[in-house]
């Protein structure tokens, strides 16, 4: 489900919301919605695993690959959530890599049966 418009105004939000659906909408139950704060946010039921800005995407990850991705400057903890071990990127360069990402941040939300589905396909 995609929702019909989004919380991107800049055309280089829109660019990297097209980037990042072109990555998760096909992972099995992915909804798009907007949430209080105006961010397009990624979820698997009713889990967040990516909320998008115009300055950038923060997906879901754990402590330790956190700590790992923290040591290249492109990658920083946000506000808030970054102590969960989540992770923002304002300007993605390498979309294969932010891909893996992506996807990985689904399986840290996803339940025990979409992961096992998801796999299956991978």
Partial sequence: MTANW???KTPEGIS???QVRSIVMALPEVI???DGHGH???KVKDKSFIIMSDYG???KSDLENQEILLQQERFFKPKYIGHRGWVS???PSDWEEMGILLKEA???A???RLLQQFLATE
């Fill in 110 to 112: 996803a339940p025990k």
């Fill in 106 to 108: 689904y399986m840290h």
């Fill in 32 to 34: 798009e919605l907007i």
């Fill in 16 to 18: 990297k919301l097209k």
């Fill in 40 to 42: 397009t946010t990624f």
């Fill in 89 to 91: 990127i304002s300007e």
């Fill in 57 to 59: 995407i923060t997906f």
């Fill in 6 to 8: 989004s919380g991107m």
